[in-house]
């Protein structure tokens, strides 16, 4: 079995992505510039790609 590990600092909190994730990825890969410095985030970035 696969547990998923979270990694804790006072800055950071990195973890798996989750569904409720969806939503924020759709936003943000959405902005051109941040689809500019992300090779391979086409912009406009597809509706409902980020659920894939």
């Known amino acids: 079995m696969l547990t998923q590990?979270?990694?804790e600092t006072s800055r950071l909190n990195?973890?798996?992505l989750t569904q409720?994730?969806?939503p924020s990825i759709q936003r943000?890969?959405?902005v051109r510039a941040?689809?500019?410095t992300m090779i391979s985030i086409p912009h406009p970035y597809p509706e409902g790609e980020?659920?894939?």
């Open 34 to 36: 941040i689809a500019d």
């Open 5 to 7: 590990s979270t990694l």
């Open 50 to 52: 980020a659920g894939r």
């Open 14 to 16: 990195l973890r798996s």
């Open 20 to 22: 409720a994730d969806i």
């Open 28 to 30: 943000c890969a959405s």
